[in-house]
T-cell receptor, first 109, second 115 residues
Framework: RKEVEQDPGPFNVPEGATVAFNCTYSNSASQSFFWYRQDCRKEPKLLMS???SGNEDGRFTAQLNRASQYISLLIRDSKLSDSATYLCVVKTLGQNFVFGPGTRLSVLP | DGGITQSPKYLFRKEGQNVTLSCEQN?????MYWYRQDPGQGLRLIYY???????QKGDIAEGYSVSREKKESFPLTVTSAQKNPTAFYLCASSIDLRRKNTEAFFGQGTRLTVV
């Protein structure tokens, strides 16, 4: 089993739609969780960290379920500019960042 | 502006040649990393360094070498032993491997092509 797994995608949604991405991780000792966004042929950039109580940043909401080892990202009111690959990232203290394979999102006009 | 600078952006290598990819950061981060990304694939860790003069192999270190002589710099050499080096190479840094909730910052990447 891979350390971090994500919905295979791609997701093709119309503008204004709500879309949810799921991620599971295998290491129960993991302590830090992130969602990154990667545009085509560019470097990944931090979208948001994921905190135990869940957190929101504008149209983006991240949730963490430690018992199920599951992380989610919800995007409301999708924009064309949200089209990208979304990477789930997990880190254990003293160890490296582990990246999921990514889920590609295309928001269609 | 603080950040990570990778150079060159594009690099062409003949088979059998060694090439070195540059990565410099002015964020005063202790930890630095090299990842490889193939088309449609996730990031795979090549090498990482927690501190000057120390580095560790990642998941796919064969055919690569690194050095960490200065805190700011973590160059990656792709040697002729790397059989399939064509890929997108990403350098990253973070404050400290041992801290919680500190994210990784990435350079803009180097796209290496073997010709």
């Amino acid at each position: 089993r891979k350390e971090v797994e994500q919905d295979p995608g791609p997701f093709n949604v119309p503008e204004g739609a709500t879309v949810a991405f799921n991620c599971t991780y295998s290491n129960s000792a993991s302590q830090s969780f992130f969602w990154y966004r990667q545009d085509c042929r560019k470097e990944p950039k931090l979208l948001m960290s994921v905190y135990s109580s869940g957190n929101e940043d504008g149209r983006f909401t991240a949730q963490l379920n430690r018992a199920s080892q599951y992380i989610s990202l919800l995007i409301r009111d999708s924009k064309l500019s949200d089209s990208a690959t979304y990477l789930c990232v997990v880190k254990t203290l003293g160890q490296n960042f582990v990246f999921g394979p990514g889920t590609r999102l295309s928001v269609l006009p | 502006d603080g950040g990570i600078t990778q150079s060159p952006k594009y690099l062409f290598r003949k088979e059998g040649q060694n090439v070195t990819l540059s990565c410099e950061q002015n964020l005063n981060h202790d930890a630095m990393y090299w990842y490889r990304q193939d088309p449609g694939q996730g990031l795979r860790l090549i090498y990482y360094s927690q501190i000057v003069n120390d580095f560790q192999k990642g998941d796919i270190a064969e055919g690569y070498s690194v050095s960490r002589e200065k805190k700011e710099s973590f160059p990656l050499t792709v040697t002729s032993a790397q059989k399939n080096p064509t890929a997108f190479y990403l350098c990253a840094s973070s404050i400290d491997l041992r801290r919680k909730n500190t994210e990784a910052f990435f350079g803009q990447g180097t796209r290496l092509t073997v010709v």
